[in-house]
């Protein structure tokens, strides 16, 4: 890859260091410690409709009419068929509406539009279901209809007739036709007046279990092999606003018509409970992995129960273990075998808390060590073997400690960085000491300078992070990835490790290394002695570089900026410019002297160019006032490309803090912060100086920032090795994530190379990504290699992974 002569000169310092050879001494002979059993597991949570209206089979939106007290919303009537909500003689205590429909004949109904439509597959057959009550002057039928009503893609009619009394009715429809907008429908033969409820439509589903899971999504977490799965999240544990709107398990089993659902205030919207503690359960079984179930301590997002009255928390809790590993004697164990399950699921580990341990007790954190002591307590009395884990720190702190003497088996660290932090994080756990209780990194995944949906880039800074645990796992026990899913229809959270909409499936690069690393792990650490190409040979020049440019942004904001200066030094003196505004640029306008931002999109607006600046030597200045919106407004400058730049973010996450990000090849990290907040309709003066790597930012003449710019100091070649003792193949993990390729020799000290393969995941730039278009644009390759004695000889792309497998 070529390398633009505008940028700094430590990355010409990476391309030529990494043209020569990397070598890499495996010792075979002296095995180190196990690699736990337990890396790696799964992470979910119900969040960008990952459950209902993804994993979930579930194809109708609003099945039983909880979605809103006072409308149906998804619904509508077609063919003069009048549509009211029903709240008296309801079908159980369950359920609080229910659907009235007035059947004018000639085919009139309703419909539903499911989740952004019902995909229709040629050749599908799907299982409807209700319950009806009423008087109808004919027959209903089930159908599959295009968005007008026009077309019909598969019906089936209902041979019950509708009577006075709660009944539930069942068809089965096979689609001639692929729509992923269609609608479902049922359609009267007749005149009448019936109420329904908990309507139900369900394609195939993964491993064919009722109310189950849909197959392409289910297949695709089988594939992880993981060894355990972390349910139901999250903050999606905690709820927001209510206790009501917590997790609670004992609402989401057996028949889904006594399942009330619940408002996931925490990611704003309903949910159907139909993906319950009982089915989350069943998929670990069928995932082969281990449940890791996390319990809610007394905390909600805005509120609390008070120390002294967890009790009601605490039964919810060990009901909950006694309906996964009771006896069917039990009042739970019998429960669980009257929905299906008479043997016991055997949850093993337990999470008490979800990120309650944070310095702010408002953080939903109050007296978090005296909450986790009362349900250790209670735990341990009837499961002694039960494996708990502890929360620490979750943000804002990259060494969380347990800072209780109250004793712990696992602590749950979160990290959501960028991906130069992660490589730069390789040999974290190296320094952790082995006295104190064992990690789960329970949550982590590149959420800064990731791109559009999750780049090549962030899968590889998240893979050394990887290599590094693995290498420390007598301390590391545990690691998932968060989150997993997002419907492309509701992004809350990105990346995310897989992207869906009703028909189409795309992984993420992320993806593809959690697959790579799980299924070579090895079970024992060798010890590995590499070349050192990415430290002390790059001389780290200098990052502003000589020529760039300033300019403004906003994000998520509408902001106004005017009186543009800049001041350079050139040989010892000053010279000051007055910045002309162009007037033109995409979402902003110039009137009279000020220069506007007026576009109400989402996320960050067009970079308005002011001017270029020649040297490393400045000061910009310039007025700024937020007219409206979520943050307050950014300041560019030594802005090569939109890969290579910095801001001054001003009211920025959330209005919340100050800071500096830096974007070097498409990466974004965060360099300093500090507390702070922009006032809407308020000038400000902001100043920005520049000397060489040393940036001093102001507000109205106060210093917010000052700060030195960080190089990249990520970039280069990471290695690790294990044994598979089963087989005694030697497995090389070899990450690049520098801008040019190399070549490696990998050595074994103890044992000659009979064969090797290598499995590749790379592209030709790292900041790649997959689209539901195109879904294998980053995607694995595999390669036979050509060993010679104890050695054998590899390509290493620029931007990869490479594993390696080699027999002895």
Not at 599 to 626: N, W
Request: charged residues 20%; proline residues 5%.
């Amino acid at each position: 890859m070529k390398v633009k002569t505008s940028l700094c000169t430590f990355f010409i310092g990476i391309a030529s260091a990494l043209s020569a050879q990397v070598t890499i001494d495996v010792n075979v002979n002296k095995p180190g410690v196990e690699v736990s059993p337990m890396l790696y597991g799964i992470f979910f949570e119900e969040i960008n409709h990952a459950g209902d209206g993804g994993l979930y089979a579930e194809l109708l939106r609003n099945r039983s009419l909880e979605g809103d007290k006072n409308r149906f919303p998804h619904y509508a009537g077609v063919g003069g068929a009048v549509l009211s909500l029903e709240k008296k003689g309801l079908l159980n205590n369950a359920q609080k509406c229910a659907l009235r429909v007035r059947f004018s004949g000639n085919a009139s109904g309703f419909t539903n539009e499911g989740f952004w439509g019902v995909p229709s597959v040629k050749g599908r057959t799907y299982t409807a279901t209700f319950w009806a009550k009423g008087k109808l002057d004919g027959k209903l039928k089930v159908v599959l209809t295009d968005k007008k009503g026009e077309a019909r893609y598969g019906e089936a009619e209902v041979e019950e007739k509708i009577t006075g009394k709660w009944t539930k009715y069942t068809a089965k429809l096979t689609s001639h036709v692929n729509d992923n907008k269609a609608y479902f429908g049922i359609i009267a033969s007749g005149k009448g007046d019936v109420v329904f409820d908990v309507m139900s439509l369900m394609p195939p589903t993964f491993k064919n279990r009722e109310n189950g899971c849909r197959p392409d999504l289910a297949q695709l977490l089988y594939n992880l092999k993981p060894k355990f799965m972390r349910f139901p999240g999250g903050c999606y544990v905690e709820g927001q606003g209510s206790p009501d709107n917590a997790f609670h398990w004992e609402r989401t089993i057996g028949p889904i018509e006594q399942r009330p659902g619940h408002l996931n205030a925490n990611w704003g919207y309903n949910v159907h409970d139909g993906l319950g503690f009982h089915e989350f359960l069943q998929l670990a079984e069928d995932l082969g992995a281990k449940p890791l179930y996390v319990v809610n301590v007394g905390l909600w997002h805005g509120g609390k129960t008070p120390v002294d009255s967890l009790q009601g928390w605490i039964d919810e809790c060990m009901n909950a273990l006694e309906y996964a590993n009771g006896d069917v004697t039990t009042k739970y164990g019998a429960m669980r075998a009257a929905n299906g399950h008479p043997a016991p699921f055997n949850i093993e580990y337990l999470e008490i808390g979800n990120e309650n341990n944070q310095p702010d007790p408002n953080a939903q954190s109050d007296r978090y060590y005296e909450r986790f002591k009362k349900f250790k307590d209670a735990v341990l009395a009837k499961y002694p073997h039960m494996h708990l884990i502890g929360n620490v720190v979750a943000w804002g702190d990259d060494n969380p400690k347990w800072e209780s003497s109250e004793s712990v088996e696992l602590v749950d660290e979160h990290y959501y960085r960028n991906p130069a932090w992660f490589a730069e994080n390789f040999r974290k756990y190296d320094s952790y000491t082995r006295k104190g209780p064992k990690v789960y990194c329970g949550e982590y995944a590149v959420t800064q300078g990731f791109g559009k949906m999750g780049n090549l880039n962030a899968a590889l800074g998240e893979a050394v992070f990887m290599m590094g645990m693995e290498n420390n796992s007598d301390i590391v026990h545990m690691a998932s990835y968060a989150p997993i899913f997002v419907n492309e229809n509701d992004v809350h959270w990105q990346p995310d490790m897989i992207r869906f909409n009703g028909t189409q499936v795309m992984c993420t690069p992320s993806y593809y290394v959690q697959q790579l690393m799980a299924k070579n792990l090895g079970n024992r650490v060798l010890s590995v002695v590499q070349n050192d190409p990415y430290s002390h040979s790059m001389m780290q020049k200098m990052v502003t570089p000589q020529t760039s440019q300033l300019g403004v942004a906003t994000w998520s904001t509408q902001a106004s900026f005017r009186n543009f200066a800049l001041s350079t030094m050139r040989e010892q003196n000053e010279e000051k410019e007055i910045l002309r505004i162009p007037n033109s640029g995409r979402d902003w306008k110039l009137k009279e002297d000020v220069f506007s931002q007026v576009s109400d999109k989402p996320g960050c607006s067009s970079i308005l160019p002011v001017m270029s600046v020649q040297g490393t030597s400045y000061t910009f200045t310039t007025k700024a006032r937020k007219e409206n919106g979520d943050e307050g407004f950014l300041i560019v400058f030594n802005y090569v490309d939109p890969e290579n730049y910095c801001w001054l973010n001003l009211g920025g996450w959330g209005n919340t803090q100050h800071g500096i990000e830096q974007t070097v090849n498409g990466s974004k990290m965060l360099t300093a912060a500090s507390p702070g907040k922009i006032e809407t309709g308020k000038w400000y003066d902001v100043k920005v100086v520049v000397n060489g790597d040393l940036v001093k930012c102001y507000l109205n003449d106060n210093l917010v920032i000052d700060t030195r710019l960080r190089p990249d100091t990520s970039s280069g070649v990471y290695s690790s090795a294990t044994l598979d003792e089963s087989s005694g193949d030697v497995i090389v993990k070899i990450v690049n994530t520098a801008t040019e390729p190399t070549t490696a020799v990998i050595h074994l000290n103890g044992g000659s190379v009979s064969s090797a393969e290598v499995v590749r995941l790379t592209s030709i730039a790292g900041t790649n990504e997959n689209t539901i278009d195109n879904p294998t644009n980053v995607y694995p390759t595999n390669e036979v290699l050509s060993p010679e004695g104890h050695k054998v000889s590899l390509h290493i792309p620029a931007f990869s992974l490479n594993i390696a497998r080699i027999k002895r």
